[in-house]
């Protein structure tokens, strides 16, 4: 007579349960089936859409040349990279594209990376490890707060753009390597920090600063080179101190990313980043559609300023939104600007009502933003038009009103 014991539970089972928790809270994520449709449309899940949700700052993304750029480079190098950068994936449009990225920030050497995830993600572990002391801004992206921890280091979270704490932290550390690291432009908020100051506290303490510009590069400073250039430290400036970080799938309308800064701080990049050693390199078609994007935006001064005047144009018309709504509209003069709501359903309501009305603006929540600040993130682009941004305030103002009628009271 055999004996039938009964399956153990497995933690498996837990999962289904776990998704609908995270649903009941307002938190689950939906991927959208998206295709374009011309400047700032979209197809989404097969309805048109007014995007306001693309970091195609200069709405390069769909721009013939890049396109063209890609075609001819398949038909030279083909597809793939083939392999690692230190094996035989650093092709000669990798290597142009290098020497291109550094001439355009004005600093003395780049390298250029596959993903911004993985740039931050392996730099950080490469610089600073364990017994040394890492600063992080309370607000960073989720890549530097990931590259912080996979680097052992001993991490300080300093409040968002509070630098006298900072200075605090970095008085008290008694550690002799010391890396500062922060968002330029800050993702989720728009709000730029401010550079010099943070520079200088790096040199008072004997720290490196790690800046991550995904947002400025390409919309910031002359000829779009982005926040450091905005704040005069590149060129004959330019400080062994800092390590420059942008992504090249934003303003740049392709992908990847690249770190620049002092030679011998990029060669030890090189020579000490896993995600850059251990990782097949990007295809040199993706390389040389961004070279003729530099080209592009050092020329794009006309769409920076007609992003200049749609920013304008919308927190203007954001400001006679009515007060007793308690929606917070926060300061920003860049084409991320955030629009707080404040609870995961009532952001997520704003959300589909736009949606209903044919706008994409999306509501972004916890953990990305803090908890009680659930918000739509609003990104402008040089593919908008100022018909655009009205019917987007336009739509705004009915959201609004609807709210009122809801509340209660």
């Known amino acids: 007579m055999t004996s039938s014991t009964a399956p153990q539970p497995s933690w498996l ?16 994520r939906r991927r959208r089936v998206v295709e374009p449709a011309g400047g700032a449309r979209l197809w989404v899940d097969g309805q048109p859409m007014l995007a306001f949700c693309s970091n195609d700052y200069l709405g390069l993304a769909s721009h013939p040349d890049l396109a063209e750029a890609a075609r001819e480079a398949t038909h030279r190098f083909g597809v793939g990279a083939g392999g690692s950068p230190l094996v035989s994936g650093h092709s000669a449009a990798n290597d142009a594209l290098e020497h291109e990225l550094a001439a355009y920030v004005q600093l003395p050497r780049a390298l250029y990376f596959y993903a911004g995830y993985a740039t931050n993600t392996g730099i950080i572990p490469a610089l600073v490890g364990e017994g040394d002391a890492l600063f992080s801004d309370a607000l960073n992206h989720a890549c530097l707060i990931d590259g912080a921890r996979l680097s052992r280091a001993t991490i300080h979270r300093y409040p968002h753009a509070d ?25 989720m908020d728009g709000d730029l920090i401010d550079i010099p100051a943070l ?6 303490h004997d720290a490196l600063l790690l800046l991550d510009d995904a947002h400025g590069f390409g ?19 330019a400080s062994r101190r800092v390590l420059y970080m942008a992504t090249l799938g ?19 990049l090189l020579q000490k980043t896993r995600t850059y050693i251990f990782a097949t390199a990007a295809p040199p078609l993706l390389a040389s559609a961004l070279r003729q994007s530099l080209q592009l935006m050092a020329a794009a001064d006309d769409r920076r300023a007609h992003l200049g005047r749609l920013i304008a144009q919308l927190r203007q018309g954001l400001a006679t939104l009515p007060a007793q709504l308690g929606w917070h509209l926060l300061p920003s003069h860049t084409p991320v600007q955030a629009l707080v ?12 009502s736009l949606r209903l009305q044919g706008l994409w603006v999306p ?5 990305t933003v803090p908890v009680g600040t659930a918000r739509l993130r609003i990104a402008l682009s040089a593919a908008h038009t100022e018909a655009d941004v009205d019917q ?18």
Request: proline share 5%.
């Open 13 to 28: 089972d837990e999962i289904p349960a776990r998704l609908a928790d995270i649903e009941r809270a307002h938190l689950l």
């Open 163 to 187: 630098l006298a704490a900072l200075e605090a932290q970095l008085a008290a550390s008694p550690a002799r390597r010391k890396l500062v690291i922060s968002d330029a432009v800050f993702s």
């Open 199 to 204: 520079l200088a506290l790096c040199e008072r």
């Open 219 to 237: 919309v910031l400073g002359p000829e779009g080179r982005g926040s450091l250039a905005q704040a005069g430290l590149t060129g004959a400036t």
């Open 250 to 268: 934003k303003a740049a309308g392709v992908a990847g990313a690249f770190v620049a800064g002092d030679t011998a701080l990029i060669e030890w």
């Open 341 to 352: 709501i404040g609870s995961n359903e009532a952001a997520l309501a704003v959300m589909e």
């Open 363 to 367: 509501a972004i929540r916890p953990p």
């Open 392 to 409: 987007l305030l336009v739509a705004l103002e009915r959201c609004a009103q609807h709210a009122l009628t809801r509340a209660p009271g």
